[in-house]
């Protein structure tokens, strides 16, 4: 049964960091894109980031650039389970439900529609 799990959200001040992870049962994420969204109260689910085969990195929100990244875990014992988040200089408009989602292809989507498997979401509030 392929199942996502994230974990990692949490209460940070603006300006703070978290590193939210995104782990695989049931397949190895291996070189399946990847993608991250989030979805803040009353809003709509937005891309954040992707993670692609080669690594390839595609941001669906410039608001994140230069503050988010993505990657895989390359450790012997976790490889091709855990996909990270990485998110730095948090602003409150940062706050939201993030998600990470999978289509078990190896080209980024183009939006939330491309990606059948997600996981339950995890919180993230930037507040002070």
């Known amino acids: 049964q392929v199942q996502l799990v994230e974990s990692g959200g949490g209460l940070v001040q603006p300006g703070g960091s978290l590193r939210l992870s995104c782990v695989a049962s049931g397949f190895l994420l291996d070189s399946y894109a990847i993608a991250w969204f989030r979805q803040a109260p009353g809003k709509k689910r937005e891309g954040v980031l992707c993670i692609g085969s080669g690594d390839r990195t595609r941001y669906y929100s410039n608001s994140v650039k230069g503050r988010f990244t993505i990657s895989r875990d390359k450790s012997r014992d976790s490889a091709g389970k855990t996909v990270y988040l990485q998110m730095n200089s948090l602003k409150p408009e940062d706050t939201g439900v993030y998600y990470c989602?999978?289509?078990?292809?190896?080209?980024?989507?183009?939006?939330?529609?491309?990606?059948?498997?997600w996981g339950q979401g995890t919180q993230v509030t930037v507040s002070s």
């Open positions: 989602a999978t289509d078990r292809t190896f080209n980024c989507g183009s939006d939330h529609e491309d990606y059948t498997y």
